[in-house]
């Protein structure tokens, strides 16, 4: 398996504009967590879906943010509109129902975004 | 809410000794906890993990110990490599909320050589 995919891996655009990123679960998965991460904050959960249905998104900033999952192999996490403040690294990430308790979580490679 | 506290933010140590990094929980229903390198410019990516049914698991050179009566659980590296710089973070499952993490603040680690 590739492991967890994510485009594009880095992305930079200016304030106002209409950020999209993408994420592809390994297959099997039923768990997908989007995550930022930045040196001030760490890394912050920002939502996360079971068999493609948001269970808590209490980590979304703001309305400007949204994700999608609209089937088990894709998701996309979109910021409308970007400001400076959203520059961090996204990541995406993956697991499997637990069997026993929680699943190991595998990230994907992550997406650089910079807003100017 | 659920919280999970990391300390050191930073530690150094020179090549050879030992490392330990603790993190304290506040969920008395988390049952999972695993640790996370994360190299520089790279993904997070699981080192080791335990589980509330065992107090301690040992991989090679890295160790977990976990106490369930006092909530926190630790990492320990032994005869450390300067390829163990990097920052780590610690876990736990959160409450009624399965395949969900709450990820401590992380920890640099330098290994001087």
């Known amino acids: 398996d590739a492991g967890v995919i994510q485009s594009p891996r880095h992305e930079v655009t200016e304030m106002g504009q209409e950020v999209t990123l993408r994420c592809k679960p390994i297959s099997g998965h039923d768990y997908l967590f989007w995550y930022r991460q930045t040196m001030m904050r760490g890394l912050e959960l920002l939502i996360y879906f079971n068999n493609n249905v948001p269970i808590d998104d209490s980590g979304m900033p703001e309305d400007r943010f949204s994700a999608k999952m609209p089937n088990a192999s894709f998701s996309t996490l979109k910021i409308q509109p970007s400001e400076p403040r959203d520059s961090a690294v996204y990541f995406c990430a993956s697991s499997s129902s637990p069997g026993q308790g929680v699943n190991e979580q595998f990230f994907g490679p992550g997406t650089r975004l910079t807003v100017l | 809410g659920e919280n999970v506290e990391q300390h050191p933010s930073t530690l150094s140590v020179q090549e050879g000794d030992s490392a330990v990094i603790k993190c304290t929980y506040s969920?008395?229903?988390?049952?999972?906890f695993p640790w996370y390198k994360q190299e520089l410019g790279k993904r997070p990516q699981l080192i080791i993990d335990?589980?509330?049914?065992?107090g301690e698991k040992k991989d090679q050179r890295i160790a977990v110990t976990l106490n369930k009566t006092a909530k926190h659980f630790s990492l320990h590296i032994t005869e450390t490599q300067p390829e163990d710089s990097a920052v780590y973070f610690c876990?736990?499952?959160?409450?009624?909320?399965?395949?969900?993490?709450?990820f401590g603040k992380g920890t640099k680690l330098s290994v001087k050589p």
């Open positions: 335990i589980r509330s049914n065992v």
């Open positions: 876990a736990a499952s959160k409450r009624g909320s399965q395949g969900n993490l709450i």
């Open positions: 969920d008395s229903a988390s049952n999972y």
